[in-house]
């Protein structure tokens, strides 16, 4: 089992960018692919980002891939999500979470096992 936890959160202005980081512990992260959701206030948790165990291929949320950057160093058991031109539209609270699946699977979180406990990520205007 693994444990998670997202860092890096923080309040930032419209057009800043911030830099998350989710560790992990308890297992190794090289075997799980990753992923980051998000959810906002009053929304539903939808899907960021995630990347593969295996061969690095990364997924993106239509409208996302650009601003944001997803990447991993399984050495340091350690996943990040680089965020890029903030708007307040992307104000939440952000989740890692590890996946025993692949491919499209990784788009529905109903496929991950583990989660974080979150960060909050707030974009002033």
């Known amino acids: 089992q693994v444990q998670l936890v997202e860092s890096g959160g923080g309040l930032v202005q419209a057009g800043g960018s911030l830099s998350l980081s989710c560790a992990a512990s308890?297992?190794?992260?090289?075997?799980?692919?990753m992923g980051w959701f998000r959810q906002a206030p009053g929304k539903e948790r939808e899907f960021v980002a995630a990347i593969e165990w295996s061969d690095g291929d990364t997924y993106y949320a239509s409208g996302l891939k650009g601003r944001f950057t997803i990447s991993r160093d399984n050495a340091k058991n350690t996943v990040y999500l680089r965020m890029n031109s903030l708007g307040p539209e992307d104000t939440a609270v952000y989740y890692c979470?590890?996946?025993?699946?692949?491919?499209?699977?990784?788009?529905?979180?109903?496929?991950?096992?583990?989660w974080g406990q979150g960060t909050q990520v707030t974009v002033s205007s």
């Open positions: 979470a590890a996946s025993y699946y692949s491919g499209s699977s990784l788009y529905n979180g109903q496929r991950y096992d583990y």
């Open positions: 308890g297992d190794t992260l090289g075997k799980y692919a």
